[in-house]
């Protein structure tokens, strides 16, 4: 396996003293043929930075979404367009694409075609001559619907409690061995207070990062969703718990020290008040990560499965330092 870690690092350089304001980033996965919807779609954007990613099929387009948050996929060809159709079925059955939304184009498609593309999930479809200011307005409005869909957590773009609790059912129901990790941060709330919420977003955003590359790199198989907060749920094959989570750890270690001021960082604690309201000291941030391992149909529903996480949660959170800890009980 690659050093995670190191690639990582790579990409988090320590904190700016002084955060100059960026453009939004748009990031569009496409496949086209006979037709350049990324110079249509870049002249939409223009101000904002906008990288496109482009694919030939399912395996890449999941592979491209794994490793970036894209904003759309964009489908356009002359072509019988049949192909498209079966790839847009692929991704609106698969859960973590699902919340993905997809837009196609073609100038002359037969009207089968248009209902096939909408029966199996497609946002918007465009067709006949290209039409650049409609185009436009239909493009930013599938984005703007799919910005604001709640079962998208709005800081990571990762799925949210009901995709969530959809993914883990349907484990379930296939019979499969897997485990669901819990993870969340130690002593978050000191931090967001002491450096304020938009410090604290961007370990938010930086946890995901790290949690959703890491499970990805080790099983493309796996899911990710970001619960709420500093609380993330990863769905793996249970036997990767041990690589899959040690290596989350290690990274987080490596890299959040540098989310602290060179002073803090120094000292290896901050000083603000506790949730007592008294003045407390709080180390670096840490990671705790509860792994509960259904076996063998062991929970009959996520209620089950969900309740012995919170518990092994709060025993975990209890050890000093990042750490993880797979429950060995097989039930209540």
């Not at 989570?245 to 890299?255: A, E, M, P, R, V």
Request: hydrophobic share 40%; glycine share 6%.
């Amino acid at each position: 396996m690659p050093n995670i870690e190191s690639t990582i690092l790579e990409n988090w350089p320590g904190p700016q003293t002084t955060e100059s304001p960026r453009s939004p980033v748009y990031h569009f996965a496409v496949k086209q043929e006979g037709v350049n919807l990324d110079f249509h779609i870049a002249q939409f954007f223009k101000g904002a930075e906008v990288a496109f990613h482009f694919f030939n099929d399912f395996e890449e387009l999941l592979l491209t979404c794994q490793r970036h948050e894209i904003d759309a996929v964009i489908i356009g060809g002359r072509g019988d367009f049949l192909p498209e159709v079966e790839l847009i079925r692929l991704v609106k059955q698969n859960v973590f694409l699902s919340i993905i939304p997809v837009l196609m184009y073609h100038p002359e498609p037969d009207d089968a075609i248009i209902v096939a593309a909408y029966e199996n999930g497609v946002e918007d479809f465009l067709y006949g001559p290209w039409r650049e200011r409609l185009a436009q307005v239909r493009v930013r409005r599938t984005l703007d619907r799919n910005r604001r869909d709640i079962a998208v957590n709005p800081s990571t773009h990762l799925p949210g409690p009901n995709l969530i609790e959809k993914e883990i059912a349907r484990q379930m129901e296939l019979g499969e061995q897997f485990a669901v990790c819990y993870a969340d941060l130690d002593n978050f709330k000191a931090f967001n207070d002491y450096y304020g919420y938009a410090r604290g977003d961007k370990v938010i955003r930086l946890t995901a990062r790290i949690i959703k590359d890491i499970v990805f790199d080790v099983c493309r198989e796996g899911f990710v969703g970001h619960i709420a907060g500093d609380d993330f749920i990863f769905v793996i094959p249970s036997g990767e718990v041990d690589t899959i989570c040690g290596n989350i750890l290690s990274t987080f270690d490596s890299i959040v020290v540098y989310q602290y001021e060179q002073e803090d960082r120094d000292r290896g604690f901050i000083v603000t008040e506790s949730r007592r309201g008294e003045r407390e000291q709080f180390p670096i941030l840490s990671m705790s990560i509860a792994v509960v391992i259904n076996r063998n149909g062991t929970f009959e529903h996520v209620g089950e499965l969900s309740r012995m996480l919170a518990d092994l949660k709060k025993y975990t959170k209890m050890k000093d330092g990042s750490n993880y800890m797979v429950e060995r009980r097989s039930k209540y």
